[in-house]
């Protein structure tokens, strides 16, 4: 069984590492791999913080390239992404992937990858590794509990999403990718989902009960895309 988990850098990283929160993640996906031989994991980091501020810092310095800024943010997302192989070390023995195409055969029990390149975020690398080892989900975690109607930090009236079809979020998050775009999941990502029938379930990531439901195939708190 393989779990593709979409490991948004805001919670890895929000401004600097969570650390507290990366021991708390990683004991609970090692008590899985210790409970089923049988279960593996990929893990697909976002940038967090760290992309944000040298995506800024780039525009303030004068650049206008989406391409370069792409690249930047690339870049976050594989120091988080080797951070988490290392403290994963013993059960992850294969470098840190940063081409979702090329990903060799699972040989570990955990497997990690960063952003690939410019043009979308690490959510569509998640859903390439998803259809690459036949997962059928996506697990996206982030800072949101689930996707609302709208932004609930600027609109009171909006409203939570238990499950919504990908025609319909599509609708809502667009078909654009711009760097350091903040959606609930990449529309890059979202459209190539759709195509190959692949759900993803949204949930707040620094919730770990809530995880380790989701994870067992309990109830949990999230939205479900597709």
């Known amino acids: 069984m393989v779990t593709v988990i979409s490991l948004g850098g805001s919670i ?18 090692r008590r899985f791999l210790e409970e089923d031989e049988k279960r593996r994991f990929i893990f697909v980091t976002g940038g967090g913080g760290p992309a944000r501020v040298w995506q800024q810092a780039y525009r303030a310095a004068g650049g206008e390239s989406d391409e370069e800024a792409d690249w930047i943010g690339i870049m976050a997302t594989r120091l988080n992404a080797q951070l988490i192989r290392a ?9 840190v992937v940063t081409d979702p195409t ?45 996707v609302y109607t709208g932004d609930p930090r600027k609109n009171p009236d909006a409203k939570p999403i238990d499950k919504i079809s990908w025609a319909d979020f599509r609708t809502m998050v667009g ?45 949990f708190l999230g939205t479900v895309i597709g």
């Open 12 to 29: 890895v990283a929000p401004d600097t590492v969570d650390t507290a929160f990366l021991k708390d993640f990683t004991a609970l996906i």
């Open 175 to 219: 078909e654009e990718w711009i760097p350091g775009k903040n959606v609930p999941f990449d529309p890059v990502a979202s459209r190539h989902a759709a195509k190959i029938g692949i759900k993803v379930i949204c949930a707040a990531g620094k919730n770990l009960p809530n995880l380790e439901k989701l994870l067992r195939g309990e109830e």
């Open 102 to 146: 090329q990903a060799g055969p699972l040989s570990d029990r955990v497997l990690v990858a960063s952003g690939w390149k410019p043009g979308f975020s690490s959510d569509y690398d998640a859903v390439l590794l998803a259809e690459r080892f036949q997962a059928d989900m996506v697990i996206n975690l982030s800072n949101i509990e689930r």
């Open 87 to 95: 403290v994963m070390a013993e059960w992850c023995g294969q470098p």
